[in-house]
Structure formats: C-alpha cells, structure tokens
C-alpha cells in the first residue's frame, strides 16, 4: 500500500470513529485550486522552471467527548502537476491530530501527532530529482500539572523520524534519522493576567542512519512571559546547550547559546504584527555535517485592507554556522555558512462568504560556503481559487 493510500484510510478511520464517538463536534471543509509558475523547482544553482496546478483540501474538525475530553483533527493532501519536471505528477500529505484530556483537577494530558510528505527543504543538499521528496512524523505527549494558583510544571516526550525517497540520499548518505526529545518546566505567575518566570530544560537525542553519528544536546534556560498591554504580549528564554557531537569515530563537546524570543502585536482590529528569533544547536540539513547552530529571524503581517480584501506577508533569515568539529565520520571539511532569505505576500478577496480568490508570491535565495549546498533563486506566483463548504 502506498503512503498517500495508508495516509488517507488512517485519517478517515480517526475521523470516522471520532464523530461517531463525540457528543459533540464541528467539521470544515475547504478546497483551494491553483495555477502558477515556479521558476526554480529544484532549488538549484541552474534553475529550471515550470508552470504548475494544484488542488489543497483541507478538512479541520473538534470533537469534544466530555467536558475534560476533546481531539482536533486535520487533513491537507495537496495533488500538484509539473508540466516540465521530472515526475511530474506529486501528492503531498500534512495530517495532524491531538488529543486532550483532564486526568484530575489538576493534572492535564495532551497526545499530538504530525505526518507529512513534502518536497525538500530550502537547505537540503544534492537530492535526486525524481525522489526529492521525505516522509516525516513528529509525536509528542505532555502532562501539566498544576501545584497551585501560581505554579505549574510541564514534562513532554516526543519521537521524531525523517525518511528520504532518494534511497541514496536518505540511507547510503545517511540523511535519515530517529530523534527523542524530552522537556520539562516549571512557571511561576508573578503577576496575575501579566508576567509569567519560567525555568527549563530541552533534550535532544538526534541519531542518523547507518554509521554516520548524530549529537546529544541538553539545554537549560530561564525566560518570561509577558503581557504588555492588552493588544501586546510577548515571551524570552535564554541559556545555553551543552553537546555531545557523535561524528561516527569519535566525540566532540560543544557548547551553543539558546535563546528564543517571539512578540505578537494587535496593532488594531484590521493589523496583526508577529516576529520570532533564536539561536540553537539543531540538527544538520545536509550530509557533510552532524549538527550545525543556527539564527532565526521571522517577521510577519496580516492586515484587513477593505471588508473583503486582506493581505498577509511574512520575510525570515536563517543563518546557520557548520563547525569542523560537526563534520561526520570519515569527512575532512572547513567551517562553512549558510544564508536562506524568504519572503511571501498573499492577497485574498472575498467574493461571498463561501469564495474567495487568492494571489500569491513567494521569493527564496541562499548564500552559502558550503560545498554540498547549493546557492539559487527561486520565485513561485500563483493565483487561486478558495471554496469553503
């Protein structure tokens, strides 16, 4: 059976037994039609383009069981046409769904899971071009437990697996990987309704296919949460990472800042302002090195032009460092850099409550030192019809 095939019978399942199950639930639907050209599919230094359709249906739905209980749910397939690529023809799947539940009073349990099947990322190395695309699940549960009016403690698990088309790419090169990740928090409410202090710890185990390595990274933080005003919040956590590099013949310590910050500002009821930035160690996204440290930097728009119009833009910078000492096994190669810049803009219109019509553009451009990656431009346009049921 085909993965779209088991993707689609494990969604319809869930959501079959799921309504039949709820006291109460809610479904949207949507489907968004579009036509466009990308002028760069491959991400490559040597660009080729080519026009596009396709089809993305959306099915989001809450389920509520009891007044403890409740499971979200959602679906995006994505059936898009290349008319001058080398597989022309490619299904995409994002699934998520979590579950909720209240043990007690005070003891909180939440269980998620994400699928997708998509194309490769902007900084992914050589791939073929036939089998540019990887299956990835990230699940995660959590418990929270409230100790009293002012605090809180948070543990979390989760298992993350990556899984490449490109037989080469993924297994021989060793670009597959298993990765267990674990976190716990506490949080104390200095301010009711306002500041929030918070101390934690993350955990990585990041581990590559074949004998090709991975890192353990352990890091602790301190941070807030604020509420400025009404219409403007904000969070920081701050600290720092210690790692362990496995480069498949030996280990390297390493130590990297950890820093994460995010605003959000409702500027009025029609402008909404976002921005995030944060350093980390993370792992590597290409196959010469086992980790790298990375700067992100997201900024993002949406504003309510007329009653029907809105339009909605976001611009982010990634730099990513690649030490020597992140090098995997068998490879002797120099520190390297890599910059990606992205920025995207859409404008939607709505014709009725139930039509919209979207255009959309999209620019990504990466800068880069290190000599598996690629440097390219790339800009996708597209138009678009958006029908709700």
């Known amino acids: 059976m085909s993965k779209e095939k088991l993707c689609l019978l494990t969604v319809l399942s869930l959501v079959s037994a799921s309504v039949f199950a709820a006291k109460d639930s809610s479904i949207k639907i949507q489907n968004t ?60 799947q994002d699934v998520y769904g979590r579950f909720s539940h209240g043990l007690t009073q005070n003891v909180f349990f939440q269980l ?85 202090a918070i101390a934690g710890v993350n955990y990585v185990n990041h581990s590559f296919d074949g004998s ?27 600290g720092g990472s210690f790692s362990t590099i496995d480069t498949g013949s030996d280990d390297n310590e390493a130590y990297a800042p950890y820093l994460q910050a995010e605003v959000l500002m409702q500027a009025s009821e029609e402008t909404t302002f976002t921005g995030s930035f944060g350093y980390s160690m993370e792992n590597s996204e290409n196959s010469g090195y086992n980790a790298q440290d990375s700067f992100n930097f997201d900024l993002g728009l949406q504003h309510k032009l007329t009653s029907k119009l809105t339009l909605s833009s976001t611009v982010g910078y990634t730099l990513s460092f690649y030490d020597s000492d992140y090098a995997r096994n068998g490879v002797t190669i120099d520190d390297a850099e890599d ?51």
């Open 33 to 92: 039609v579009r036509m466009g050209y990308d002028d760069n599919i491959y991400q490559a230094k040597d660009e080729t383009g080519s026009a596009f359709v396709s089809d993305i249906f959306n099915i989001s739905g809450k389920m509520t069981f009891s007044e403890r209980s409740e499971l979200l749910l959602f679906w995006q397939p994505e059936f898009k046409y290349r008319f001058d690529a080398d597989s022309k023809s490619i299904n995409y």
């Open 112 to 196: 998620s899971d994400r699928f997708r099947y998509q194309d490769k990322g902007a900084q992914s190395g050589t791939v073929s071009r036939t089998d540019e695309n990887f299956i990835e699940n990230n699940l995660k549960g959590g418990l929270d437990f409230t100790l009293s009016k002012e605090s809180q403690i948070k543990i979390g698990a989760g298992y993350n697996l990556r899984r490449w088309d490109d037989n080469n790419y993924g297994q021989t090169l060793g670009n597959d990987y298993d990765q267990f990740v674990g976190d716990a928090s506490y949080l104390r409410e200095l301010k009711p309704n306002k500041t929030t």
């Open 212 to 238: 090709r390595g991975g890192y353990q990274s352990t890091a602790l933080y301190l941070g807030i949460d604020q509420n400025f005003t009404p219409t403007v919040s904000g969070n920081l956590r701050l």
């Open 339 to 389: 910059r990606v810049f992205h920025f995207r803009v859409r404008t939607s219109y709505e014709i009725n409550k139930n039509n919209f019509v979207d255009l959309g553009y999209a620019f990504t451009t990466r800068d880069t030192t290190e000599v598996a990656l690629s440097e390219y431009n790339r800009n996708v346009i597209d138009l678009g019809w958006r029908f709700k049921f």
